[in-house]
């Protein structure tokens, strides 16, 4: 019997305190993914593959309804599709009783096409085409208001239409974060949602107004944030019941609670910095439990949750490629998927796990994609075990915006597969091949 | 290939350089190799003895190889 091989490596010992946080997590072999066998997984699926737990999705839709739902009496979530829009992830969170958050026409269709009756469908964006409009209207999803001119646009369009478009006016506000965001919807503070709020009281024989909406941010680490958004809300439906005999139906909060991932250049982990839902739970219905509604007047609080839903529950799976030396002597390691695969790698610093036991030996290394583009950086910085070619790696926590923010650049999309309660695997989205890649194309005749 | 003389070498790994005060510590393949050179083997003799009791293929090590002749230029360990 021969003795396991790892490449020779010395490493450099440098003085100095030992690290307060201890051994570092990622360190810890990862050999299965919800009960099965990554080795089974990349020798079935291929490398890289994205995989996704239908367990974990299911379990923090139901946390998220939890820590809301014990709180305030109605809650409703709505899937924020853009976040991850396959099919089978919206509909575990559709089986679970999330409506849909769609931002396009496109997603309208999709999500119109997984079930969701158009009633429970709310459609947000700046970017509404008139078709978009109408086809929203005639499923009678809810339009999310976003700016004068489509609310303009939309006044015009409800003239000629059988029944009025139900609608809410996206508010944009000061909650305290920096920056603000107030790009999207019409300013609180300055006048202009009130302004658009008595346009559309003045014109309720053509549209409906029924809700109010906003979404401070994304990854908003403060959560007395959403209690001050949620008590500006509060006031202004209020004042439209009271001023306007315009009673809101529903005030919806956004998404934009974080996932546990760790932002770039953080000082510490994610896991240890990241307040947990029920902060966001307790600030948001708290400040609606204060706001002085009767009890028979308390709107439905509506949350568009994307990535705290979805994050934890993707995994990537990959391969080193080939380990390399650069001109300073630090240690590059490239692997198959990169930057076209795992968007967020722009805004994490991912944990990543090898899959087998190696010896304690570490080194740090720049992790680089397999693109043929200095971009192509997944962390800048990683200690990793002694890796070899064709080892398997675990990204953690990709479940949100890869999905769908993935490029098909220099290399084909890969398998996705979700992992089902009972542990079986099920393809979702297959590989890409050159066929599928080249069916939109057309080459003009005199090219041919 | 010659690791510098004044270079001391532990059992358990640690390689310490009088002349710059730098300590490294080798895992177990990088020991075996540094032991072996240590007692002036060829290279190519210290391949074939890794290769003998390591499983590992000989273009691996072989690549593997420069890398630590890389490394131990890069810290200054080597003779020439
Ligand atoms: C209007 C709206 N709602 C919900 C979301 C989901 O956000 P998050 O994934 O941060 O929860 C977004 C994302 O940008 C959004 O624009």
Redesign the interface.
Known sequence: MKLPYERPHIRKLTAGPPSKFGPRPGQQPVTELDGVPVTALAARYGSPLFVLSERQLRRNYQAAVRAFGTRYPQVQLAWSYKTNYLNAVCRVFHQEGAWAEVVSGFELEKALGNGVPGHQILFNGPGKRRADLLRAAEVDAVIHLDHADELHLLLELAAGLPQRPRVALRINLDAGTFPQWDRFGFNLENGQAWQAIERLAAAADRVELIGLHCHIGTFVLQPAAYGVAAGKLAALAQRCARELQAPIQYLDLGGGFPSTNTLKGAYLPGPDTVPPLDDYAEAITQALLGAGFRPDELPLLILEAGRVLVDDAGSLLGSVLATKRLADGRRATIVDFGVNLLFTSYWYDHLISPTRDYSPQTETTVLYGPLCMNIDVLREAVSLPLLAPGDLLVVHKVGAYNMSQWQQFITLRPNVVLIDMQGEVHVVREAETLAYLQQLEKVPGHLR | MKLKPTIALSAAGL?FNPATG?????????LE?LGLLREDAAPEAAKTAVL?????EAH?LDK??D??V???R??DLLDS
């Open positions: 390689l730098d300590s490294f510590s080798a895992n177990p393949v990088a190799i003998a009791r390591y499983e590992v691996q593997d190889w890398d630590l890389a490394q131990l890069q810290h």
